[in-house]
């Protein structure tokens, strides 16, 4: 089943509300992450579903992020859904695509930036994984609450164990070249 355009509306049946959801705030989540990873930006992602759970992403520490923000007098930049919305009626989008990117938004073609974007596919991949056990473990039975912290088989725990030490490793070498890399040297 390929991709389609979809309406941007409230959906109405609650099971396909509460699967978008889920899927949507995981990718939302993902992309912050690697907005932080490529952009070296903090960021804080802060999401209230329908019944007031309470979900969130911080590259960094969410305390700081947030007492930073508060120490600011004026945004740089604050957009609501009225903001984008009209944005896209501007650009003769009709909110069912985004907004084509904007000139100051294209990637440096650096070594240093071509090993950042590698080093996200490798993590693109690991989440995919991730993804895959969970689907695997869960075929012949019905789908777990998304909401629910479910229980693991053994065979399962291992997997994720295995997953999470191949991430924790991602990152230390992430960090350790990041802190090693040379600082680009600009004539002013």
Do not use: W
Not at 7 to 29: A, C, H, P, S, Y
Not at 32 to 58: G, P, R
Not at 71 to 77: I, S
Request: hydrophobic content about 25%; overall charge negative.
């Amino acid at each position: 089943m390929g991709r389609k355009k979809i309406q941007i509306q409230r959906i109405t049946d609650e099971r396909n509300r509460q699967v978008t959801f889920t899927k949507r705030k995981f990718g939302l989540m993902k992309k912050a992450y690697e907005l932080s990873v490529l952009c070296d930006c903090e960021i804080a992602l802060i999401i209230f579903n329908h019944s007031n759970k309470l979900f969130q992403y911080a590259s960094t520490d969410m305390d700081k992020v947030l007492l930073k923000y508060t120490e600011y007098n004026e945004p740089h930049e604050s957009r609501t859904n009225a903001d984008i919305i009209e944005t896209l009626r501007k650009k003769g989008f009709n909110g069912c695509n985004s907004p084509e990117p904007d000139g100051d938004d294209s990637i440096d073609q650096s070594p240093l930036n071509e090993e950042k974007y590698r080093k996200t596919e490798d993590l693109d991949s690991l989440f995919k994984r991730y993804g895959a056990l969970n689907k695997k473990e869960h075929r012949d039975s019905e789908s777990p609450d998304p909401e629910e912290p479910f229980s693991l088989t053994p065979r399962t725990e291992e997997k994720y164990k295995k997953i999470d030490e191949e991430f924790d490793k991602m990152m230390q070498n992430y960090r350790l070249s990041v802190s090693t890399a040379p600082c680009p040297i600009s004539s002013v």
